[in-house]
């Protein structure tokens, strides 16, 4: 604003004196400024530097205003320069920060960035869902970009929950709460459920504890910060096989024959409706290698589901499978057209 106050004054100033050296100019013997216009087109080629010499004043006067003609160009342009420079940066930077916001849609955000929301951000990315991230650490957000560059990161203050639209946060898949004390962690899941009550909200949280306080609070999920690495260090100690198992079942598929976990909803148009339970097991075992460890049915899993039980829309199932053969239970699952 300062600037553009001293831009427009030089503006005046620069015009009242060409207009002054056509006053001194037009009447005089041999001058080649004899009309306002021309005085214009001298203050326009002093001022780009180009300089033609087909005007130029003739009098004295009209040459110490023509001097501070020149020395005002410089003046002008460097402030238009600044000015631009400036301007150019100043969006620039709005977009590194997500100030303008995003459209995509079904994407996973991460709230809050460290060493653990990186590893799980790496899974994510690898099983090829979008992310972003909602953070307030210049620092975490260039770390993120450095990582993820073709990813959506907004940069503001987490307390502004109101904020989070830019993100899209209405329409994203989940959201990962993930701050450094469970203090805060209670607050924001509580915040967010308040403005966005439709959003499925997953929370880290280091006191086991504080675990049905953060559902009963809103959140859909809760991870122990701690759980799936001890739990997995127990493991390799009594039943070193159960932990390669569960490590390489967790983790996300990247090659075809990785080994994943899965789960496909039942769609309307999907081939499995109306089969019963342990018709879909041998099937999928049988067809695809695939095998059925679980559902969850209205909304609740079942790790012991009943033989007969037949499968409806809506339901989902729980697979473990080769990357290779997540298309074909795509397809089977009504998911993707043939």
Not at 21 to 45: D, H, Q
Not at 74 to 94: D, H, R, W
Not at 206 to 214: D, S
Not at 315 to 330: A, E, F, R, S
Request: charged share 20%; hydrophobic share 40%; aromatic share 10%.
């Amino acid at each position: 604003m300062k600037n553009q106050k001293y831009l427009i004054i030089g503006i005046i100033i620069y015009f009242l004196l060409v207009y002054a050296i056509f006053l001194f100019e037009v009447n005089a013997p041999g001058a080649n400024i004899t009309s306002y216009s021309k005085a214009l087109w001298y203050s326009v080629v002093t001022l780009t530097t180009v300089g033609y010499g087909d005007c130029y004043p003739v009098t004295g006067q009209g040459k110490i205003l023509g001097l501070f003609v020149i020395l005002g160009s410089l003046g002008i342009l460097g402030i238009l320069i600044g000015e631009v420079t400036y301007k150019f940066n100043s969006y620039m930077e709005k977009k590194k920060n997500g100030f303008f916001g995003t459209d995509i849609k079904e994407h996973n955000i991460i709230i809050g960035w460290n060493s653990y929301a990186r590893q799980v951000a790496n899974e994510v990315y690898n099983a090829e869902e979008q992310i972003s991230l909602i953070t307030d650490s210049k620092e975490d957000l260039e770390d993120f970009r450095s990582n993820f560059p073709d990813s959506y990161a907004l940069f503001t203050d987490l307390r502004d929950i109101e904020s989070y639209n830019k993100a899209n946060i209405v329409e994203s898949k989940s959201v990962f709460i993930n701050r450094n004390n469970d203090a805060d962690t209670l607050v924001q899941t509580i915040n967010i459920r308040q403005i966005y009550p439709n959003i499925n909200i997953i929370v880290c949280c280091y006191n086991n504890e504080l675990q049905n306080t953060l559902i009963s609070s809103g959140a859909n999920h809760v991870v122990l910060r701690s759980a799936a690495s001890s739990r997995i260090v127990a493991s390799y100690l009594f039943e070193p096989f159960v932990a390669d198992v569960t490590r390489d079942i967790s983790s996300t598929a990247i090659k075809d024959d990785d080994s994943d976990m899965a789960q496909f909803c039942i769609k309307e148009n999907s081939e499995l409706i109306g089969s019963s339970f342990l018709d879909v097991f041998i099937k999928l075992r049988k067809e695809y290698n695939v095998t059925l460890v679980g559902m969850a049915i209205d909304g609740r899993v079942n790790k012991n589901v009943n033989n007969d039980y037949k499968i409806k829309k809506g339901d989902y199932i729980i697979v473990v499978l080769m990357k290779k053969c997540n298309n074909t239970i795509l397809k089977i699952t009504g998911n993707k057209e043939e």
